[in-house]
């Protein structure tokens, strides 16, 4: 856990456990960026323990003495090796039983006579004590807010209300992303995907500033220049911003193949061609919100104006903000590319 940590860009320092005059966390990590700190607890289950609760490694963490919030790393010690579902509860079947058991603590743990305290609980499946004579299973994990209300795996709310709620938690979702990103050990020395590298296909994946057909606004076959670009896992699709030869830019999605997607999941960094600043995937509606803003955030109030010119509210818009432009901007971008898996006619690359 320390070394998930320390990739995600914090420092740590080791708590003083000789120390008997109280109980120590594991270490406290203090994140490059931002300069907050967390006191971290790592705990681990017996391994093939029956069922899937962690509440009594959470009681055992939340015992322990804070100075910080506290981040809590539960390994569950199952084999996470899933299905081809969609669905994480099918994909990790552990997972309910972990959240649940969590969740079912949140109102009745006490610690010495007193409510529990809050936690990041970080519940993770790494399973290479039990595969050692087997291919290395992955990593597999979710985190989860004991007593932290806006912090939950399956909450229902709306992009706005999901983009509100990750600011307080800035660090925390940093980390999650660094754990997504650094599963795999790289198997070629250059960086390029393995899948591309070592693959048949002879379907060329999209290039950032390669030229491409588009379908027009008025039927007829435009080109456009690929300049940003995410591969989408919920909607098998590669969302690509291009602009056109008049300047305009417009968005444009592509069927992802499974092969094709797992290569994303490997190098998201590289698989469009060249080293993007947009070294992620888009898991989620949130993901893809950070990729629209990292092209639009910093836009001038006239080109954001002209992009939504045929919004309804127009009128309404004209009194906003440059700023509160390119967020509404980007929602409405997010809202659209869910609603509206298939934006347009795949894309193909130009002569």
């Given amino acids: 856990m320390a070394a998930k940590v320390i990739q995600a860009g914090f420092s740590l320092h080791l708590e003083e456990e000789a120390d008997p005059s109280t109980s120590h966390c594991v270490f406290i990590a203090t994140h490059g960026r931002t300069g907050r700190s967390f006191s971290v607890e790592a705990k681990y289950r017996q391994l093939n323990k029956a069922g899937f609760g962690v509440s009594n490694q959470l009681h055992a963490a939340l015992s322990k003495a804070s100075q910080y919030p506290r ?10 090796r899933g299905t081809e579902s969609t669905n994480p509860f099918e994909v990790l079947p552990w997972l309910k ?3 649940d058991s969590v969740r079912s603590r949140e109102q009745t743990m006490t610690i010495r006579g007193r409510p529990a305290p809050p936690a990041y609980v970080i519940v993770t499946s790494e399973p290479y004590l039990a595969c050692l004579d087997s291919p290395y299973a992955g990593l597999a ?4 807010g004991f007593k932290i209300a806006n912090f939950k795996v399956d909450s229902a709310i709306t992009i706005r209300e999901a983009r509100l709620a990750r600011e307080p938690h800035r660090e925390i979702y940093e980390l999650l992303a660094s ?3 650094h599963q795999q050990i790289p198997v070629t020395f250059d960086g390029e995907i393995p899948e591309i590298a070592f693959g048949d296909s002879e379907e060329p994946r999209l290039i950032v500033g390669r030229e491409y057909w588009l379908p027009g606004a008025d039927g007829e076959d435009v080109v456009g220049v690929l300049e940003e670009a995410v591969a989408s896992p919920e909607s098998a699709r590669a969302i690509g911003v291009y602009r056109l030869a008049d ?6 999605t592509n069927p992802v193949t499974k092969s094709e997607d797992a290569a994303y999941r490997r190098h998201p960094e590289t698989f469009f061609g060249t080293i993007t600043r947009s070294a992620h995937r ?3 509606p949130l993901d893809l919100y950070d990729f629209f803003f990292e092209t ?6 006239e080109q954001l104006m002209d992009l939504m010119k045929e919004e309804a509210d127009i009128e309404e818009l004209s009194g906003s903000t440059r700023e509160e432009l390119a967020i509404l901007y980007c929602e409405r971008m997010v809202e659209a590319a869910f609603r509206h898996a298939g934006l347009s006619k795949s894309t193909r690359k130009a002569p």
Avoid: C, H, S
């Fill in 247 to 252: 300047g305009t830019q417009v968005l444009a």
């Fill in 296 to 301: 639009y955030g910093g836009a001038p109030r």
């Fill in 141 to 144: 994990f979710a985190a989860e």
């Fill in 71 to 80: 981040i809590v790393f539960i390994d569950i010690n199952i084999d996470a």
């Fill in 97 to 99: 039983g972990a959240l």
């Fill in 282 to 284: 888009a898991n989620d």
């Fill in 179 to 181: 754990m997504l990103q």
